[in-house]
C-alpha cells in the first residue's frame, strides 16, 4: 500500500468516524440501559470496581509513603470486592453455561 492510498484511507476513516460521532450523539450512552444491547452490564459495573479498588489501594500507598494514614472502613473495601467478584463471576458463569 503506497503512502497517498494510506493517507486516503486514514482521511476517509476520520471522516467516517466523525460522521457516526455526529449521528450518534446524546444516544450511545442510554443504549447500555436497553433490555437489548451488546454491552455486559455486569463486566461495567465490575471493572468500575475494580478500578476503584486499584484507586484506594494507590492513593493508600501514596499516603503511607507520605506518613499519613489513610482510614477506609473495611466494610466499603469489602463492599467493593465482593461487588468486583460477583459481576466478574455471574458475567464469567454467562459465558461457560451459554445456551
Known sequence: MSQDQWLSLKKNMIRDGKR???????KRMWKIFQD???YNEKSIIGFVSFALMCVFGI???IMGIIGIELLV???IYNSFVWV???SFGIAGAEKVYKK
Do not use: I, Q
Request: charged share 35%; net charge negative.
Open 73 to 75: 472502613n473495611d466494610y
Open 36 to 38: 437489548k444491547n451488546e
Open 20 to 26: 457516526y460521532l455526529e449521528r450518534t450523539r446524546g
Open 84 to 86: 468486583t467478584l460477583g
Open 59 to 61: 492513593v493508600d500507598l
